[in-house]
């Protein structure tokens, strides 16, 4: 296989098929030509050898052979030049042509050996090789007939071509072997030059498919990175979003939030400014690295529609986009980040109100495009959010500590009240199957709780032992639910007090509507009073206006 495959003509070896496509073209036609070179040349020896023995020429039985030899070999042997087997080729019918023509005469075989030599060195060395050539045939056969009439040379045999070897018909046969010489490197001139172009325009047209799909594909490639750097974008943004929706507290959403800008987006800093209660400066809540922690600490802040992107963002509630802080008009140069190329200032709006400003800072001059913007305003909106429920949140808790305090205060006030009205409350168990040591290091005391407002205590005395879990999980039942009944008692005790109340205060009012006499009015009321547990007596006196009693002292 690997025999075929090497004289094969469809392959072409890796040096030559460097050299171009020219180069493999020519290689092609060389092994095909060598190949039927070697194949011709197998019966070509066999007629001639029969006839250089009839005529027992051993000169034309050596050459015959070792041409056969060289034929034979040529075809195997590619990895010699293909300077040196053309040239070894062309040697070979050279020498053929001219025993031909020493001792044959112009034959036929001189003839086609001859046209060969012009066919092969035109096409495979070029048009000027071509054009040597057919010099070189025609030097050779007037010389051959020159010399064979006027030197001295030996004359060739009668079974010749030519009934008449005369100079003058060699020098006929010379010029006829030039003219289709010429023709032939003619042809073979246009058919190379058309390959040549066709192979340059190919090579030209491989070559511009070969540059626009290396560009489309670069195209591609920055498309994708772009495409897959704005989803990365965005889930970042989503997750941000969903993120800072998850803190509660601002100072731990802020920089929570900044954090997770600064790594998602790799940015130079981002930091989250808030406007003051006056509505005056933009105060810097959170910061990213070390510079953020440090203007925190210096109290940094940038007044509201002052000379600075901040201050201009706040105040207009729109985006301030600097792609190059150098030429920035509007611009607080901050020295605790030298490296700022390229900044933006993102309002957070909510409802209509600015609460402050997201900054973001790059050092790389023109980092933000348009879709950078869209995102980061998307998650400024995110942060406006989140700023409005954490401060929803955080005074829905300080209205629920509120009730919390006032519920607690009720409750201590209405047990006081019940304590005062009924007495001491308190009862005590003595557990008869129980030792009694009146050690009192073994008591616990447990506060009865309802509400987060403790309106009793429980006090155990647990001798020596002491109580297991499961036990302090059921006196925890029990105490809780104890308390939710006592609660609901007082309840129900103080609603049938007003019930009570309310009665009598419409009886007392329909006595009021019986009664004719202020005497009466009096009483009545005066009796109702004295009922109170907590009343001893009673008394009432009516007594005048001021005015009328300063107008008796005038009198």
């Not at 601002?250 to 920089?255: E, F, N």
């Not at 790389?364 to 989140?386: K, V």
Request: glycine letters at 6%; hydrophobic letters at 45%; charged letters at 20%.
């Amino acid at each position: 296989m690997n025999f075929i495959r090497q004289i094969n003509p469809a392959y072409t070896p890796p040096h030559i098929s460097r050299q171009g496509e020219l180069a493999t073209w020519r290689e092609r036609i060389l092994q095909t030509t060598l190949l039927l070179f070697a194949l011709g040349g197998i019966v070509i020896y066999y007629l001639a050898i029969q006839r250089a023995i009839q005529y027992q020429d051993r000169t034309s039985i050596i050459l015959y052979s070792a041409a056969l030899l060289i034929a034979l070999a040529l075809p195997v042997a590619r990895k010699l030049s293909f300077n040196l087997r053309t040239f070894t080729i062309v040697l070979v019918l050279y020498g053929l042509a001219i025993q031909n023509m020493v001792v044959y005469g112009v034959t036929r075989n001189a003839v086609a050996y001859v046209l060969a030599i012009i066919f092969i060195t035109g096409i495979l060395w070029g048009v000027r090789a071509g054009i040597f050539t057919i010099l070189l045939a025609f030097v050779t056969v007037v010389g051959m007939g020159y010399g064979m009439n006027y030197g001295g040379m030996s004359q060739p045999l009668r079974e010749t071509l030519l009934n008449s070897i005369s100079f003058s018909n060699w020098v006929n046969v010379a010029v006829h072997f030039s003219i289709v010489g010429g023709f032939i490197l003619l042809s073979i001139y246009t058919i190379l030059n058309g390959l040549q172009s066709s192979l340059l325009q190919q090579r030209t047209l491989t070559m511009q498919l070969n540059a626009a799909r290396l560009n489309l594909e670069k195209n591609v490639e920055e498309r994708t990175a772009a495409l897959q750097r704005r989803l990365n974008q965005i889930r970042t943004a989503a997750e941000i979003a969903r993120a800072v929706n998850t803190f509660l507290d601002p100072d731990t959403l802020l920089q929570q939030s900044v954090d997770l800008i600064q790594k998602e987006f790799d940015l130079y800093y981002a930091g989250i400014f808030l406007i003051d209660e006056r509505g005056e400066f933009a105060v810097l809540k959170a910061g990213t690295g070390d510079a953020g922690r440090q203007m925190i600490s210096a109290g940094h802040r940038l007044a509201v529609g002052g000379n600075s992107m901040i201050g201009w963002a706040t105040a207009r509630k729109e985006p301030r986009i600097a792609l190059d802080t150098g030429a920035e008009a509007v611009r607080f140069n901050n020295p605790y980040l030298p490296l700022t190329r390229s900044e933006m200032a993102l309002p957070i709006v909510s409802r209509g109100s600015c609460l402050g400003a997201l900054t973001i800072q790059s050092t790389q001059p023109e980092a933000f495009d348009e879709d950078d913007i869209r995102i980061l305003m998307g998650i400024a909106d995110s942060l406006a959010t989140a700023l409005e429920n954490a401060r929803l949140f955080q005074e829905t808790q300080q209205n629920l500590e509120e009730i919390r305090a006032l519920n607690r205060a009720y409750l201590m006030q209405a047990w006081e009240d019940a304590v005062a009205l009924h007495g001491k409350l308190e009862y005590s168990y003595h557990n008869p199957s129980a030792a009694h040591t009146g050690n009192q290091s073994n008591q616990i005391h447990i506060p009865l709780t309802l509400r987060e407002q403790a309106i009793g205590s429980l006090t155990l005395d647990l001798g020596e032992k002491s109580l297991t879990p499961e036990e302090m999980e059921f006196i925890d039942g029990v105490i809780n639910q104890t308390a939710i009944a006592l609660e609901n008692a007082r309840l129900i005790q103080e609603t049938q007090r007003r019930a009570l109340e309310e009665q009598r205060l419409s009886e007392l009012t329909a006595q009021f509507s019986r009664a004719n006499t202020v005497d009466q009015i009096l009483k009545a009321a005066l009796r109702e009073i004295g009922h109170l547990p907590n009343v001893a007596e009673v008394s009432v006196q009516l007594i005048p206006p001021v005015e009328d009693r300063m107008e008796e002292v005038q009198g």
